[in-house]
């Protein structure tokens, strides 16, 4: 998208080059990256920066209205719901599908979004990571609103730890070790000191919380949350005294509530240029009668599993009996516009946000990419192909 740095990149690149930054991302830690790490970052121009950030900064506007919480709160499934929600959510990401219009020119369409902590410690040591292997300019960024390496990890600290004691703040995750995203939880650690921690490892004692550090018994007392409830429904081979839905004495960063009332499942409140149409399956009265442009997606899900997207009325009645679980959502048509060395590759960019205490809405931070040459974004999608997968745009001013 900014053709002189694209052409200089791909100029540059060499397969022995990628090789050794893949290697040098996981020699840090001695351990195996399972998720694909892309060949190439994205390079934003200034006109599409401008364009996606003010979709981002209209869509928080609709985000942070105080009917929006009255319209989520039934997002909550009963059995999943957890006391002491905190008042706003300390993390919010917008994925953004890089799409072209009936006239051809290139727009944000809002495909997903979420309440939830995405990867800030990951996305930030790649956007560094690619600059020591590639030709990267300076007044292209990967951080925004002023933040440099210090201040973004400043702020890690002030909004994950707070005023804690580091050993009593966590990362709840379920068997951190073997998650894709390990290498988040390990970074994480290594910047500001705290633990991530198996659900199944957490002690309880009255309303009070602990774990295990070198030995002691440590309280908790505030929880850097990246447990998904869908995951935990699966893994039935777990040993839980705590199952979150317990009151407990700790602070949530960010609040598991979150998850669901920013989600899916907001998508057909928002009314905007840059969101597609968005209906909720047990409110469509008949179904249209052009399927082959919509997407069906089941709300309580991640990663993108269960979405179908080349959609038939079979479908449709087989989704019918738990229709207030899925929502049809209207396609878009992803613009190729990641020049490779084979074929060009689509792109999503996800803004991340934290909202920081004693503001009124989230702040731009940092920021995730992920390019693809199927007709999905996703592993399933891009199987056998190259410069696809999870990567960081850099975004002109």
């Known amino acids: ?62 985000l942070t209205d105080q009917a929006f919480l009255r319209h989520t709160d039934a997002a909550i499934p009963d059995m999943w719901r957890v006391p002491g929600e905190e008042g706003k959510p300390v993390f919010l990401a917008l994925d953004f599908g890089i799409c072209v219009d009936d006239a051809g020119n290139l727009i944000p369409q809002l495909i997903e979004m979420q309440g939830f902590a995405s990867l800030y410690a990951w996305q930030h040591e790649l956007g560094r990571q690619y600059r ?51 290498i988040d939880f390990y970074l994480t650690r290594e910047m500001l000191g705290i633990q991530p921690i198996c659900i199944s490892d957490v002690i309880v004692e009255g309303t009070q919380l602990f774990y295990i550090l070198n030995g002691e018994k440590t309280c908790i007392k505030r929880i850097y ?67 082959q442009n919509w997407v069906l997606k089941p709300l309580f899900s991640f990663a993108g599993h269960g979405v179908i997207f080349n959609v038939t009325e079979a479908d449709i009645e087989h989704a019918m009996p738990q229709a207030g679980n899925f929502i049809l959502q209207r396609k878009v048509q992803y613009a190729q ?14 803004l991340m946000y934290l909202w920081l205490p004693g503001t009124d809405r989230p702040t731009l931070v940092t920021n995730l990419a992920r390019l ?23 975004y002109a001013d």
């Open 225 to 291: 949350n990246r447990l998904i409830f869908d995951e935990l429904a699966q893994r039935n081979d777990l040993s839980i005294q705590w199952n979150m839905t317990t009151p407990a004495d700790v602070e949530w960063v960010c609040h598991p509530n979150w998850f669901f009332r920013i989600s899916k499942y907001t998508m057909p409140f928002l009314k905007h240029a840059s969101v597609p149409q968005t209906l909720f399956l047990d409110q469509v009265k008949e179904i249209p009668a052009d399927l």
């Open 337 to 350: 516009v990641v020049q490779t060395p084979d074929e060009p590759a689509k792109a999503e960019l996800r």
């Open 372 to 394: 693809s040459k199927g007709v999905m974004i996703g592993v399933d999608y891009n199987r056998n192909k190259t410069w696809v997968g999870g990567t960081v745009a850099y």
């Open 132 to 182: 020591q292997f590639y030709p990267i300019p300076e007044e292209v960024h990967h951080l925004f609103n002023g933040l440099d390496d210090i201040a973004y990890r400043k702020l890690l600290r002030d909004t994950i730890i707070g005023d804690h004691d580091p050993r009593e703040v966590v990362i709840l995750e379920i068997q951190p070790d073997h998650q894709k995203t390990w």
């Open 1 to 62: 998208m900014i053709p002189e740095i694209r052409s200089a990149f791909n100029a540059a690149f060499t397969e022995e080059k990628y090789a050794a930054f893949t290697l040098a991302c996981q020699e840090r830690f001695n351990k195996k990256i399972e998720f694909k790490i892309c060949e190439t970052p994205v390079f934003v121009s200034a006109e599409f920066s401008r364009s996606v950030k003010a979709a981002g900064e209209a869509i928080i506007d609709q």
